[in-house]
């Protein structure tokens, strides 16, 4: 039988004008759960050792680089602008810059930059923490521009809006989950890439209090043969939605059993072999079932386990899932039962943002200090290697044809030889 993902993989090929290949077209990669196929990846580096080529940086971002052919995209801030650039791939120029806008602001750790640019190969699309929302042709040429707080309200998140636009089947979503500084309903858009109108603007009801409104997570997908479902976590609860239509088909109310009044959630949902990995504030890391109708909070539990992250998204090969927290401790769960492979393993004592990257049976995993630790994927915890990059980081890896991108605040960094083509 045909798993899941191999289906996500299939169908989602079949609406992008080109082949994949080494191309990372969005935050969680091709196969949105952070996990890449490729092989013969890097596994030691430095600052200088095993460096193709390094950008400076105006500053910190938590979006990921972009990766589509020869093009690599990044949504940067620089003083009060916010700007997509585009960098050649293979000697890291710049190609271009593109105001998206002013405003930008810094509260805690992130900055107005945060969320991912997604693109198709034909287009790329990039939105701002401020609600700008703008599309680009590979040559710079803007498409279309929105700005979604004018259109539908202030943003009221207590931290910022985070969560990245979801590109599937040739069509963009986007969440706006808040409620902290707002009394306004939290939303859903399906907008149409080519014109960027919106098709479909669905509010989200939550019964979530105080904080407990507020996510920073960004949407998933199930497909299963003619089924898909768009995928969304915060206010409490999981949730599942007609793509079309964004009808909310279930929910699911596991993600604050204790009615915790910050119970705001950052590490997004992440989907593989017909199993959602929900995160929450830590406790409880969930396993639903998708396909299900109304209230599956009793019904769709597939296991919980009380060691979840709560910044880092998960990553799993539908065998084992690998969970960081925030302070380096690592666990390996069997996928389908939630079960500790092993446990409580330190990585190194830092504060973790970035979310681990599954590739070439290795798993890396970046702090906010700039190290990136390999570690050995499978049922034995074992340290590959240590890489410093010497610089404050939140975004989490790319990879595209054998090559790590890596982003810090000073630099973006190509770590490694490209693959030559097939």
Request: charged letters at 20%; hydrophobic letters at 35%.
């Amino acid at each position: 039988m045909m798993s899941s993902m191999r289906r996500i993989w299939i169908l989602f090929a079949l609406c992008l004008p080109v082949i994949f290949g080494g191309n990372w077209p969005q935050w969680r990669g091709p196969s949105l759960d952070g996990v890449s196929e490729e092989k013969g990846l890097p596994e030691r580096w430095s600052t200088e050792e095993n460096v193709t080529w390094k950008v400076a940086l105006p500053s910190r971002s938590g979006a990921t680089p972009i990766v589509w052919g020869e093009t690599i995209f990044l949504n940067v801030a620089e003083g009060d602008d916010l700007q997509l650039w585009a960098l050649d791939r293979g000697a890291g120029g710049v190609k271009w810059k593109k105001k998206l806008g002013g405003g930008n602001y810094k509260i805690n750790k992130q900055n107005m930059s945060s969320p991912s640019p997604v693109t198709d190969g034909k287009a790329v699309y990039v939105m701002t923490g401020t609600g700008i929302f703008k599309a680009f042709d590979f040559n710079g040429t803007e498409l279309w521009t929105r700005d979604i707080q004018k259109d539908y309200g202030k943003f009221g998140l207590n931290w910022g809006y985070a969560s990245s636009p979801l590109l599937w089947n040739g069509t963009l979503y986007v969440q706006v989950l808040h409620g902290m500084k707002t009394d306004d309903p939290s939303y859903i858009l399906r907008i149409d890439p080519k014109t960027g109108k919106t098709v479909v603007r669905m509010e989200r009801p939550t019964e979530a209090i105080v904080e407990s409104p507020d996510s920073y997570t960004t949407p998933a997908v199930w497909t299963s043969g003619k089924q898909t479902e768009i995928i969304i976590s915060g206010g409490d609860v999981v949730t599942g939605h007609d793509p079309a239509t964004l009808k909310e088909l279930w929910r699911a109310n596991v993600l604050n059993p204790q009615n915790n009044p910050m119970n705001r959630i950052i590490a997004s949902p992440v989907v593989r072999d017909g199993l959602i990995y929900a995160p929450t504030r830590v406790r409880p890391l969930t396993a639903l079932r998708p396909g299900g109708k109304g209230d599956v909070s009793k019904t769709h539990v597939a296991w919980q386990n009380p060691n979840g992250p709560d910044v880092p998204t998960p990553v799993t090969d539908g065998k084992y899932l690998y969970v960081t927290n925030d302070r380096g401790i690592l666990w390996c769960l069997d996928a389908k039962t939630g079960q500790e492979v092993y446990g409580g393993k330190r990585i190194k004592s830092a504060i973790y943002s970035s979310s681990p990257l599954l590739a070439d049976g290795k798993l890396y995993v970046t702090n906010e200090d700039g190290l990136v630790t390999v570690v050995q994927a499978g049922p034995e915890f074992k340290v590959l290697s240590e890489n410093d990059m010497k610089d404050y980081t939140l975004s989490s890896p790319a990879v595209s044809d054998g090559q790590l991108f890596l982003r810090t605040a000073g630099y973006l960094y190509c770590i490694g030889k490209r693959a030559p083509k097939r």
